[in-house]
C-alpha cells in the first residue's frame, strides 16, 4: 500500500512540474533585472527566449520587460 502511495505521489509530482515549466518569446536584450529569491543563468544563444520554472507563486506574478 505505501509502495501505491509513493507512485501516486511521484506522478502527481511529475505532473505539476511539467504544468510550471514555461518558455517565452523575447526580443532583443541587453541586461536581466531580477527580484526576490529568483535567480537567473544566461546562456548564449541564437534564440531570444527565456526558459523558466515556478516553483512557488503564479504566472500572473511573473513581469517580463
Known amino acids: 500500500m ?3 502511495s509513493f507512485i501516486i505521489l511521484g ?3 511529475l505532473f505539476t512540474e511539467l504544468l510550471s515549466a514555461q518558455t517565452k518569446l523575447l526580443g532583443e536584450f541587453s541586461k536581466v533585472k ?3 529569491d529568483v535567480s537567473v543563468e ?3 544563444s541564437t534564440e531570444n527566449k527565456a526558459d523558466y520554472t515556478i516553483l ?3 504566472e500572473r506574478d511573473l513581469d517580463l520587460k
Do not use: V
Open 2 to 4: 505505501k509502495l501505491h
Open 11 to 13: 506522478i502527481g509530482l
Open 34 to 36: 531580477t527580484a526576490g
Open 42 to 44: 544566461l546562456i548564449l
Open 56 to 58: 512557488k507563486g503564479f
